[in-house]
Nanobody, 127 residues
């Protein structure tokens, strides 16, 4: 049973960098073939995909967030990390990490294709 757990500060000031870590247990983040993703849900809105790091270490980001996003991993700790720079109050959301199997011919998984999710962590951007 794979488990994912998000961690990081719940409050970030505008213009700072949001940093969240997802710790994975029950499976290795280097095992083929999976996407290890970050998504978020702003208050009153739907899920928004942020990006992923694949089991081979390649990354892919949402075009709307690409300029501010970096996803990296620490394989020794079985963790992957999201950094979102220059945050504004519009980045306030519940942030989730999740795993999706790679599907041939698709570079961005659908939300219904994710098989494991973290419980989510609230991040508020406010001064």
């Amino acid at each position: 049973q794979v488990q994912l757990q998000e961690s990081g500060p719940g409050l970030v000031k505008p213009s700072q960098t949001l940093s969240l870590t997802c710790t994975v247990s029950g499976g290795s983040i280097t095992t083929n073939y999976y996407y290890w993703s970050w998504t978020r849900q702003p208050p009153g809105k739907g899920l928004e995909w942020i990006g992923y790091i694949a089991s081979n270490g390649s990354t892919n980001y949402s075009p709307s967030l690409k300029s501010r996003t970096s996803i990296s991993r620490d394989t020794s700790k079985n963790q992957f990390t999201l950094q979102l720079s220059s945050v504004t109050p519009e980045d306030t959301a519940v942030y989730y990490c999740a795993r999706a199997p790679v599907v041939a011919g698709k570079t961005v998984p659908e939300f219904n294709e994710y098989d494991y999710w973290g419980q989510g962590t609230q991040v508020t951007v406010s001064s």
